[in-house]
Nanobody, 116 residues
Framework: QLQLVESGGGLVQSGGSLRLSCAAS????????IGWFRQAPGKEREGVAY????????YYTDSVKGRFTISRDNAQNTVYLQMNSLKPEDTAVYYC?????????WGQGTQVTVSS
């Protein structure tokens, strides 16, 4: 079964850090472009960070630049999202997304809650 599984979410105080993991099973993440998205209650899902299949190019939405870092470890078949200096507005369900050509997979999401 091909799937992505996120982990690492939780409750943290404002200014704290979390590291999210996105692990693939049933396929290898090599060459896949990986994105982290989030969806807060009542809001649309938005892209947060993206890393190309080569692993050398990354993109971030403006609101997280300088605070979040996306990285990949192909040996572990996992992509990470390091989140520092968290703010209450970062509270959302975070989803991992993998894309290669016309193939797309989504994870089930992990809740991140930042208290003020």
């Amino acid at each position: 079964q091909l799937q992505l599984v996120e982990s690492g979410g939780g409750l943290v105080q404002s200014g704290g850090s979390l590291r999210l993991s996105c692990a693939a099973s049933g396929f290898t993440l090599d060459y896949w472009a990986i994105g982290w998205f989030r969806q807060a209650p009542g809001k649309e899902r938005e892209g947060v960070a993206y890393i190309r299949g080569s692993g050398t190019t990354t993109y971030y939405t403006d609101s997280v630049k300088g605070r979040f870092t996306i990285s990949r470890d192909n040996a572990q078949n996992t992509v990470y999202l390091q989140m520092n200096s968290l703010k209450p507005e970062d509270t959302a369900v975070y989803y991992c997304h993998a894309r290669l050509f016309g193939n797309v997979y989504w994870g089930q999401g992990t809740q991140v809650t930042v208290s003020s």
